[in-house]
């Protein structure tokens, strides 16, 4: 398993790449497999654990991006003969070290951050077996064997009432993630809007979300893990996700239905897939839909919008279509 080494795994808050490995790594071992994780020296893991970084980059500035990066990858390959599959959970840059061992490597792409790296995932189209992680993100000059939705550890999130009375924005501060799109629905909305996140545009947060935040109608709280994650989402009325790109997934998005608290959602990216009107919340265009669809998910049953999430987004199942494609993987010929 061949994490990312910007945050430890599993993240003590943000880090979804990092929680999907570790979410795969502890599943794969509670079911019997050998599994050895590629992360940083400070990972917790039931699975043996290869460190070539003390703490993650991002935590630790003593720790060089790209020193490490080349040593955490350079040691998945130097030992790929110990293993029956590499499930790559990094990014792109392993591929350019696939064709030099026989062991076939599984690549999980968790999005495009920009169109100028698909040039390398088309370069290892024939010998690659790419897993997207919703249709929506699939692109379409790549093979893929399957799209595979994340899965969370269901039981660490409970059914929530909603009964704090406030609707949440949970995910980075960044224009992408409609900050301040969240602000004016709850300001329209007669509701106050609690803010939590790590802070991934300075300039943004400084000029656009601060000069609201008043500690009554719009509080912001930081980074939170998963213990306020739950209490958090268990008492909003509603998780506003009024994306401003099309994003391939949302480990927030199902984090919440699980907690079973509809979530309001611009009808972008993975957002359709992930999203049953009706159900799980409600997909809209704009902002004054998202206004308008405040009351309406107010009165929605929580606990019917959980079991369908846990049903689609539990751990177990993702493990369960990892487990499928490792095993033709490692029992097939190479492409």
């Known amino acids: 398993m061949l994490a990312s080494i910007a945050h430890r795994v599993p993240p003590r808050s943000y880090g979804p790449w990092e929680q999907v490995a570790s979410t795969l790594t502890e ?24 460190a070539e970084a003390t703490a993650g980059y991002e935590e630790d500035p003593a720790v060089d991006p ?42 999980t792409i968790h999005g495009f951050s920009s169109e100028r790296i698909v040039p390398v995932y088309r370069a290892y189209d024939d010998v690659a077996h790419y897993v997207a992680i919703s249709d929506a993100d699939r692109h379409p000059a790549l093979t893929y064997d399957a799209t595979i939705h994340h899965g969370i550890e269901v039981e660490r999130f409970s059914l929530g009432e909603g009964g704090g009375g406030y609707l949440l924005f949970l995910g980075r501060i960044h224009p992408d ?21 790590v802070v991934h545009d300075e300039d943004y947060f400084r000029d656009a979300v601060a000069p609201h935040v008043d500690g009554r109608a719009v509080t912001y709280l930081g980074a939170v893990g998963p213990a306020e994650r739950d209490a958090l989402l268990g008492g909003a009325v509603a998780l506003l996700h009024l994306i401003d790109f099309d994003e391939p997934f949302g480990l927030s998005v199902a984090e919440s239905m699980v907690a079973g608290t509809p979530v309001i959602a611009f009808a972008r990216g993975s957002m359709r897939e992930l999203v049953r009107p ?27 919008c959980r079991s369908d999430a846990v049903a689609r987004f539990s751990a177990d199942r993702m493990v369960d279509d990892y487990v499928r494609v490792f095993e033709q993987v490692a029992g097939g010929p190479r492409r």
């Open 278 to 304: 009706g159900l799980g919340g409600a997909l809209v265009d704009d902002v004054d839909g998202a206004v308008a669809a405040v009351p309406v998910v107010r009165v929605l049953d929580r606990s019917a």
């Open 66 to 107: 790209k020193v490490h990066e080349a040593l955490h990858i350079g040691a998945v390959f130097e030992r790929a003969d110990e293993f029956d599959v590499v499930s790559n959970q990094f990014d792109f840059l392993p591929l350019v070290f696939s064709r030099l061992v026989p062991t076939p490597m599984v690549t």
């Open 27 to 50: 599943g794969l071992v509670a079911r019997g497999h050998d599994v050895t994780l590629f992360a940083t020296r400070d990972s917790r893991t039931a699975a043996r654990l290869h």
């Open 177 to 197: 993630k409609g900050t301040t799109a969240a602000i004016e629905v709850a300001r329209r909305a007669g509701l106050p809007l609690v803010i939590a996140g």
